[in-house]
T-cell receptor, first 112, second 112 residues
Framework: DAGITQSPRYKITETGRQVTLMCHQT?????MFWYRQDLGHGLRLIYY???????DKGEVPDGYVVSRSKTENFPLTLESATRSQTSVYFC???????????FGEGSWLTVV | DAKTTQPPSMDCAEGRAANLPCNHS???????VYWYRQIHSQGPQYIIH???NNETNEMASLIITEDRKSSTLILPHATLRDTAVYYC?????????????FGQGTILTVHP
């Protein structure tokens, strides 16, 4: 089921540009997350949000900004993209039980 | 969050049971064991989770040792589509701990 969608799926941008990755979920889940996955590595948490207007830093937040004005959306912005931010970005969400976390299909970002 | 140790890779013949081990010797009493998998760099997919009792669902079985220091994920009849990276994660349950910390996981390769 496509309850959580990410856009764009693929993006190439230049160093220094601002990029926003969108994440939308249709379940009204309270928690949402952004992870990045670099080639050959596991996922690392960038930011997460417990509810609208509540966000908190994860393991690797530097260079990223998030907002959560609506429960269903959780955009991730790279204010000034760097090559080290070339990665696959996964959005995820979970409901109040927090037991099952659902992931989107990923956004592949290349910074040149 | 407690740390986990998994073998980096395992092989399994199609149709056979795949048994994926995970050590979590520092697990706390309120921490659950979760299993996710990631196929071809798609978004991670939830498989199963448990606290202390063995669990089974349509995808897999989870066997947790009595001392809870290790567990085994069992795919009863592995298929080629089960080839993926399998992540064992331990974390507290409940709404305050929705985030997951991913390790390197086990690359399971199912052979014809």
């Amino acid at each position: 089921d496509a309850g959580i969608t990410q856009s764009p799926r693929y993006k190439i941008t230049e160093t220094g540009r601002q990029v926003t990755l969108m994440c939308h979920q249709t379940w009204s889940h309270s928690y949402m997350f952004w992870y990045r996955q670099d080639l050959g590595h596991g996922l690392r948490l960038i930011y997460y949000s417990a509810a609208a207007d509540i966000t908190d830093k994860g393991e690797v937040p530097d260079g990223y900004v998030v907002s959560r004005s609506k429960t269903e959306n959780f955009p991730l912005t790279l204010e000034s993209a760097t090559r080290s931010q070339t990665s696959v970005y996964f959005c995820a969400s979970t409901g109040s039980s927090g037991n099952t976390i659902y992931f989107g299909e990923g956004s592949w970002l290349t910074v040149v | 969050d407690a740390k986990t140790t998994q073998p980096p890779s395992m092989d399994c013949a199609e149709g056979r049971a795949a048994n994926l081990p995970c050590n979590h010797s520092t697990i706390s009493g309120n921490e659950y064991v979760y299993w996710y998998r990631q196929i071809h760099s798609q978004g991670p997919q939830y498989i199963i989770h448990g606290l202390k009792n063995n669990e089974t669902n349509e995808m897999a079985s989870l066997i947790i040792t009595e001392d809870r220091k290790s567990s085994t994920l069992i795919l009863p009849h592995a298929t080629l589509r089960d080839t993926a990276v399998y992540y064992c994660i331990v974390r507290p349950g409940g709404t305050s701990y929705g985030k997951l910390t991913f390790g390197q996981g086990t690359i399971l390769t199912v052979h014809p």
